[in-house]
């Protein structure tokens, strides 16, 4: 034990240093006034009186949000049925299924999403898609929509691959059973395969809304600057306006909401694993 502890030492001061130290100091800039230096300043709520007192702060904060959740529910409907899809294929099948999956995520996050500049542009391959079906040209690009679809581009493998996870370390001997007692494929997904992946789930919406309510450059890129999120607006304070006291003040409310949310989904796993062992011990008895 005594070995271990000593091994852990450099982790815990990687993240002391990496984590803590810059989260300490942000809290700190949040609650001084704008000048003072670390030997001296002065206590102030004004930051965050200032955030939540601004109707336009509050709309920025709504909007990103909004659009997050939006993100979140999309790539839960579109990642649930590609992941069942790769856990039910034959193994060299899945193999080649999550290779297609993650080959995306290995070229850098920005050059991504710099492509569907083009791809969305009035010259670009979904307007010519769209004008073969005679549609004619939708100008999407530098809209919510843009935004949106840049998101659930960038995060939907992070949805795919946590429920795909749990679909396959799935017991097999329990859909048998459920098909032995009568139940139909319906009644087997509803009570034995959507309860079970219950985990690969809450995993898939914690990876994909955490990074999507703070993102900054899809927004900046596809929204043209006319889309304007939260992530754009602590962005905006630290580089362009120089407030860094009022900016992290932003960044410690994003912060505190991203804690309560994870502390939400936290009980709600928690609850979903006493209930399947209640449910199990019911079953012994």
Known sequence: MKKFSNLAIPY???????????????????????????????????????????PDFLIVLWRSLWIALKTTLICLLLGYPLAYFIAKSE????????????IPMWINMLVRTYAWIGLLSPDGLFSMILGFWGLGEVDILYTEASVLIGMIYNFLPFMILQINTSLCKMDNSL????ADLGGNQVQTFVRVILPL??????????????????????????GGGQYFLIGNLIENQFITVGEWNFGSAISMIMAIIMMLL????????????????????????
Not at 91 to 102: F, G
Request: proline content about 4%; cysteine-free; aromatic content about 12%.
């Open 197 to 222: 992946s219950v985990p690969g789930i809450i995993n898939g919406i914690t990876l994909v809304f955490l990074p999507a309510v703070s993102s900054f450059f899809i927004p900046k890129l596809l």
């Open 175 to 178: 859909l048998e059973a459920s």
């Open 12 to 54: 815990i001061a990687w993240a002391a240093m990496m984590l803590i130290f810059p989260m300490l100091l942000i809290a700190m800039y949040s609650f001084t006034e704008q000048g003072n230096s670390i030997v001296s300043f002065s206590f102030t709520l004004d930051h965050y009186k200032k955030f939540f007192t601004d």
């Open 262 to 285: 994870m502390m939400a989904v936290r009980n709600v796993e928690l609850k979903n694993e006493g209930g399947k062992g209640k449910k199990v011990t019911n079953e012994e008895g």
């Open 91 to 102: 193994e060299k099948v899945q193999n080649t299924l999550v290779l297609m999956v993650t």
